[in-house]
């Protein structure tokens, strides 16, 4: 079956630190690949996407790309801010262009930002 | 547009005693479901439904009821309450509907429920 694995928190970073959140997929097929953000109190929101090999998302100064040969989306941020602090979850979609009607949620990485 | 939206947004129930939560969307989206997400576990999804009228199950289904009568409805039941119950529910809906944008789902506030 389908699977994500990412890395486990939580994650404390001064702020403009470097952020970089793992997150790697057992997949059959083709997938598309998600980041999703929850904030403090909130619902999770589409972070960034892509869907297909090689493919950058990015949104927000966050980017991934998607590595097909290591099966990877790893998270990365230059300069983290205070206003980053939040969960993030790494999701995958099976079928790639079909959009998000089934996905598959890492266990979510925590992430604390202090000034 | 409030996109999805769910009531309660807290619950304290005691062991054994039922109840409801409802999500609504405002999309016209034709899928729906219902995730709990807990400590170091994720989101997990509990039901879903990809039109009025149909439900299936998801990845945790025991203890929980569903039920799409209109569209823009999703109800989740626990018809007697376990410890094992509390958790965050999500709910979240998906579809082409108004916006045309099937990149993603679209997620409610959660109601954090507590079962004692």
């Known amino acids: 079956g389908n699977s994500v694995t990412q890395m486990e928190g939580p994650v404390t970073l001064s702020e403009e630190a470097f952020l970089t959140i793992n997150c790697t997929y057992t997949a059959t097929g083709y997938p598309s690949l998600f980041w999703y953000v929850q904030y403090p109190g909130e619902g999770l929101q589409l972070l960034l996407k892509a869907t297909k090999a090689d493919d950058k998302g990015s949104n927000k100064g966050f980017e991934a790309t998607y590595r097909k040969e290591t099966t990877s989306f790893h998270l990365e941020k230059g300069s983290v801010q205070v206003s980053d602090s939040a969960v993030y979850f790494c999701?995958?979609?099976?079928?790639?262009?079909?959009?998000?009607?089934?996905?598959?949620f890492g266990k979510g990485t925590k992430l604390s930002v202090i000034p | 547009n409030a996109g999805v939206t769910q009531t309660p947004k807290f619950r304290v129930l005691k062991t054994g005693q039922s109840m409801t939560l409802l999500c609504a969307q405002d999309m016209n989206h034709e899928y729906m479901y219902w995730y709990r997400q807990d400590p170091g576990m994720g989101l997990r999804l509990i039901h879903y439904s990809v039109g009025e009228g149909t439900t299936a199950k998801g990845e945790v289904p025991d203890g929980y009821n569903v039920s799409r009568l209109k569209k823009q409805n999703f109800l989740l039941g626990l018809e007697s309450a376990a410890p094992s119950q509390t958790s965050v529910y999500f709910c979240a809906s998906w579809g082409t509907g108004t916006s045309g944008n099937t990149d993603t789902q679209y997620f409610g506030p959660g109601t954090r429920l507590t079962v004692l």
């Open positions: 999701a995958l979609s099976p079928i790639a262009g079909a959009g998000s009607y089934q996905l598959t």
